[in-house]
Structure formats: structure tokens, C-alpha cells
């Protein structure tokens, strides 16, 4: 069965960190492009951040750039989420997902074939 699993998010301070996890169970994360998408109540997936196999070229949105780092471990079948400078605005569920034909286009969450559970990020003193 495949399976991702999201980690890693929690209450931190604004100008805190956080690092996300997506573990993968029953695939290969390294033949598909994963990305990094966050939701707000009422409001559709925001792309924040992909990677394709061979880890070029990564996109980032415009809101995250500078600020958080995506990258992999193939040998832990798992895709991270560095995110630092965290902003209020920053809150949200965070969900990773794998696109099997790795166009990775931010804008195209529908591209995206499997999703994980979503894990929380608040940001707030």
C-alpha cells in the first residue's frame, strides 16, 4: 500500500524553525517528484515547495523563497521541509505529495497522485 507521512509540525514562535518530514511506505520516494503543499481553512492547497528524482531543479513559491529548504534522504525514503524565519502567516496544515509524471508545478495540485494526512503549523507568540 502506498503511503506517505507527514512529521515534524507543531506551535512555534514567529522567527522559529521547524523541520517537516515525509516518510514513504510501500514506493520509492526517489522516482517521484514530491512536493510540499499548506492549506488553510477555506482555502485551496498552496504549493510551497517540490523536488524532482536527481533533486534539480527545485521551485519554491514566491512567499517561501529565502526561507525554507527542501530537500531528501533516498536511503530514509523521505522528503524534508526546512523551514525557518516562520511567520504567522506561515500557519497551516502542511501536506506532502508525489506526482508519478514529476512535472512538479506548484500550481497544479491536482497533478499530484498521492497525498499524506497533513501535519500542523501554528506560528504565534
Known amino acids: 500500500q502506498l503511503q506517505l507521512v507527514e512529521s515534524g509540525g507543531g506551535l512555534v514562535q514567529p522567527g522559529g524553525s521547524l523541520r517537516l518530514s515525509c516518510a514513504a511506505s510501500g514506493f520509492n520516494l526517489d522516482y517521484y517528484a514530491i512536493g510540499w503543499f499548506r492549506q488553510t481553512p477555506g482555502k485551496k492547497h498552496e504549493g510551497v515547495s517540490c523536488?524532482?528524482?536527481?533533486?534539480?531543479?527545485?521551485t519554491y513559491s514566491d512567499s517561501v523563497k529565502g526561507r525554507f529548504t527542501i530537500s531528501r534522504d533516498n536511503a530514509k525514503n523521505t522528503v524534508y521541509l526546512q523551514m525557518d524565519s516562520l511567520k504567522p502567516e506561515d500557519t497551516a496544515v502542511y501536506y506532502c505529495?508525489?506526482?508519478?509524471?514529476?512535472?512538479?508545478?506548484?500550481?497544479?495540485?491536482?497533478?499530484?497522485?498521492?497525498w499524506g494526512q497533513g501535519t500542523q503549523v501554528t506560528v504565534s507568540s
Open positions: 505529495a508525489a506526482d508519478v509524471q514529476a512535472n512538479c508545478v506548484l500550481e497544479r495540485a491536482w497533478e499530484y497522485d498521492y
Open positions: 523536488i524532482r528524482s536527481g533533486d534539480t531543479p527545485i
